[in-house]
């Protein structure tokens, strides 16, 4: 199952543009990274709290997606405790609570020196629809 959901998320556009690669995803469980690069950056040099949002929210749509049925953000929110400008990010999903209707994530973004960038937690709206894999390229 989590190569078909990495299979998924390749098809993601906005995540690869920003430089997001899917590490794990499984059971309300996600990890996912992001090597930063110059646009990143916002005006004064540090990543942009957009970059940092993507990645959590990334990652946040790996987990709650990851129980085979379509779900979709239907809140988030992101706090950031820390600048930051180089180096590369891990983003850390967990569940936090799971009914036949809602999911609730927490992701933690941290520095590859373990230092905590940034918190965001998501709510997610579970469909009854399965997910729609990416099909294997002939």
Known sequence: AMSTIHDYFKTDQF?????IELL???????????TLHPHH???I???HGGALFTL???CFAAACNSHG?????????ITFMKAISAGTLYAEAR???KNFKLGSYVVEVRSDQGDLIAQF???????????PFAKPSA
Request: avoid cysteine.
């Open 121 to 131: 937690q998501g709510l997610a709206y579970r469909k009854k629809d399965p997910l």
């Open 95 to 97: 569940e936090i609570a």
């Open 41 to 43: 950056w916002n005006g």
């Open 69 to 77: 049925t379509v779900a979709v953000a239907i809140d988030a929110n």
């Open 56 to 58: 959590a929210d990334f």
């Open 45 to 47: 040099g540090t990543v």
């Open 15 to 19: 995540g690869a543009r920003n430089n």
């Open 24 to 34: 794990e995803a499984g059971a309300g469980h996600a990890k996912a990274k992001m």
